[in-house]
């Protein structure tokens, strides 16, 4: 039997493994997640899906083991998840009337193979009012996001458009993880 890791602690990721009815267990790991930021956005995503998918490798050598992260870039900076209130206020302003990109870097290590890539999803934001931002993150949904906003949530009313895969954003890209977990000899039926 072929076992399956999701090595995130990220509802959301389990939330869209789960909509594909595989079996699979979760291990939340603990990993540095700072970065060189002199590392692109596509690095940096990848760099630290490897950090979580090689943290549960460790004990699990003959598993298929899903790594992931998201970030939201906007103008070149990097907006991580916010740590509070202000932070989080700052950011949704920012990308107020504006289009960022979403980064979403995965490993995939599989007991003969591991696979990295990563995919960039562009969303154009509406103008925000003060007093939109303001209820939203009275919400408590930005917190845990990055770019604090969650496009499936309560968020989603803020996006004008998108362009790549919405599933990236919310922070799994579906397909191309099957895909790849096919290519490294996983059986998906």
């Not at 291990?27 to 760099?47: G, R, W």
């Not at 206020?89 to 960022?100: N, V």
């Not at 007991?111 to 509406?126: A, I, K, L, N, S």
């Amino acid at each position: 039997m072929q076992n399956l890791i999701l090595a995130s602690s990220s509802p959301r990721r389990k939330e869209l493994l789960e909509n594909l009815h595989l079996t699979f267990e979760v291990f939340s790991c603990n990993v540095d997640e700072s970065f060189d930021p002199a590392l692109t956005p596509s690095e940096i995503v990848m760099e630290l899906g490897s950090r979580k998918a090689k943290a549960v490798r460790e004990q699990n050598p003959d598993s298929f083991i899903i790594g992931a992260d998201t970030v939201v870039v906007l103008e070149g900076a990097v907006l991580g998840k916010p740590k509070n209130s202000q932070e989080a206020f700052s950011m949704l302003q920012t990308l107020s009337g504006k289009t960022h990109s979403v980064y979403t870097g995965v490993t995939i290590i599989a007991p003969d193979t591991e696979t990295q890539f990563y995919v960039q999803t562009d969303v154009v934001f509406w103008e925000l009012s003060d007093d939109e931002i303001k209820a939203y993150i009275d919400t408590g949904e930005p917190f845990d996001k990055a770019g604090a906003y969650g496009i499936q949530g309560y968020g989603s009313m803020f996006v004008k458009e998108i362009y790549g895969d919405y599933f990236a954003v919310v922070g799994l890209p579906v397909s191309r993880t099957i895909r790849e977990l096919r290519n490294a000899g996983y059986r998906i039926s």
